[in-house]
């Protein structure tokens, strides 16, 4: 979208879901990387990925809104879903802390399910690299005594 269309929309969705507006760029950079390098030929179905960016989309503004220094500012952080999120929601029934727990943790649950970014194969990854590490530094302790 182009010219005062597009600028209206980009206005409206940023009232809406304020600063994770960002995120539109990564998750559209991520889901080219996914098409990119799937090995797997595996893709999911285009619901699922709409509906979890949606997920992620309202849990990034709350996250936003929850990081807002004063509670004035939630709406131009977060957006006003994300004012709603953290002024109703997270804040009163889980406090700070337990918001800002549940907000990251749905976080990456929503990019897992945009992504097509499976965290078992990077685990095993880094299990195996930190493994080797340890072995080789095992293997120079050894060498010293």
Same mark, same amino acid.
């Given at each position: 979208?182009?010219?005062?269309?597009?600028?209206?929309?980009?206005?409206?969705?940023?009232?809406?879901?304020g600063?994770?507006?960002?995120?539109?760029?990564?998750?559209?950079?991520?889901?080219?990387?996914?098409?990119v390098?799937?090995?797997?030929?595996?893709?999911?179905k285009?619901?699922?990925?709409?509906?979890?960016g949606?997920?992620?989309?309202?849990?990034l503004?709350?996250?936003?809104?929850?990081?807002?220094?004063?509670?004035?500012?939630?709406?131009?952080?977060?957006g006003?879903?994300?004012?709603w999120?953290?002024?109703d929601?997270?804040?009163?029934?889980?406090?700070?802390? +337990?918001?800002?727990?549940?907000?990251?943790?749905l976080?990456?649950?929503?990019?897992?399910?945009?992504?097509?970014?499976?965290?078992?194969?990077?685990?095993?990854?880094?299990?195996?690299?930190?493994? +080797?590490?340890?072995?080789?530094?095992?293997?120079?302790?050894?060498?010293?005594?």
């Open positions: 979208m182009i010219g005062p269309a597009g600028a209206y929309f980009a206005w409206l969705f940023s009232l809406v879901v600063r994770s507006i960002l995120l539109i760029p990564i998750l559209l950079f991520g889901w080219a990387l996914s098409v390098f799937n090995k797997t030929k595996f893709q999911q285009p619901y699922i990925k709409i509906i979890s949606a997920l992620a989309f309202t849990t503004s709350g996250l936003f809104a929850l990081s807002a220094p004063q509670a004035s500012f939630r709406v131009e952080y977060g006003i879903m994300g004012a999120l953290a002024s929601i997270l804040l009163p029934y889980l406090g700070r802390v +337990g918001g800002y727990l549940t907000a990251l943790t976080l990456v649950l929503s990019f897992s399910l945009a992504s097509d970014f499976l965290f078992i194969p990077f685990m095993i990854y880094l299990a195996r690299k930190s493994f +080797g590490v340890s072995q080789q530094v095992v293997e120079q302790g050894s060498e010293i005594y």
